[in-house]
């Protein structure tokens, strides 16, 4: 398929801070774009030629992306895949709305993974209420998540014994769930490919992901693991997508277990928050690499220049009186670059910025940026 050039129109299903970053790498390459998000305040809007504030499922918002852009995107799993088939009957749609299909349901993902002969967690699929009344000991203690719209470790419950996930997945309203064996974490990482075919793919560098509460806290880059390990989680990353004939930008998590072996946890059809170290350490960042994928150019080239470790800046960081923190030291160091996404209210648990610290090992640049963010 022939390439899609500057200033052609490009897509995006969602405004969020993934759709603004997106939204800045494609104007800065020559690209106009449109978002569609039905929030007035949609950080993307910004950075963008038009604003469709509308529904996602929204047909005529949805006729108007498919006319007027050469091809569109998303910034998010939890767009009706169905759109994103509609799309595709009039323009160009990567990632293909199967794929995000696979993504927004956690029974399906799961078993597209195993079927790329990758390894997940022990766990149940859970589609009606007879699906959780068989033995649940191979998956105790385990994790309750929802199949769908679960993120940053919300839709999920713990549980020890087997009343336990009963009651619980009763609380969650019987929708369908997995029940997840808990396993024995020595550290989660990511692996983030960029696919335009068979041929054409590129995946960066390794990174290790610690959180707080259940959110994604620091990103740390190269991931303090063995290389041959990293290697081998991004050749998975690579077969995974080749497996789903992926195009685009595709994040994986894995869990590295004691033994240093790996277990793939989930999948985001898009560029991901522990990808945002990126933007100020590779070659070519994972919003450049998205837009080059759903335009059918080469992926570029992901070296990384220097160890990085990323930090997220929730709302929490915010004062009580929606005060800013003091920028002050951040703002002048460096070998550091803030990020911050334009939301004009700091709630608990809401990724307002992140920043990036450049230093000569990734342990060096870990401690820099938790000292830089104490002074916040
Ligand atoms: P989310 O969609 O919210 O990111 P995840 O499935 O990635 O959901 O779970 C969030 C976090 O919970 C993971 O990053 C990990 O720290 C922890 N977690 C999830 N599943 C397991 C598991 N099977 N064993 C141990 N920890 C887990
Ligand atoms: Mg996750």
Partial sequence: MAAILPPAMLGILGGGQLGRMFAVAAKTMGYRVTVLDPDEAAPAAEFADRHL????????????????????????????ADAMRL???????SPSGDCVAIAQDRIVEKAWIAKAGLPTAPYLAIQSVEDIQVELAPYLPGILKTARLGYDGKGQVRVSTAAEARAAYANLGGQPCVLEKMLDLQLEVSAIVTRVSATQSAVFPVAENLHA????????????IKPALAAEAQAMALRLAEALDYVGVLAVEFFVLADDSLVVNEIAPRPHNSGHYTLTACLTDQFQQQVRAMCGLLPGRTDLLSPVVMVNLLGDVWKDNGAQPNWDVLAEAPNAQLHLYGKKSARPGRKMGHFNVM??????????????????
């Fill in 359 to 376: 230093a000569a090992t990734a342990d060096e640049a870990l401690d820099q940026a938790r000292a830089l963010k104490d002074t916040l």
């Fill in 213 to 224: 509460d259940g959110i994604l806290d620091e990103s740390i880059v190269p991931a303090r």
């Fill in 53 to 80: 504030c509308a529904p996602f499922n929204d047909p005529a918002a949805l006729e108007d992306l498919a006319k007027s852009c050469a091809a569109v995107t998303t910034e998010f799993e939890n767009v009706n």
């Fill in 87 to 93: 799309l595709a009957k009039t323009t160009r749609v």
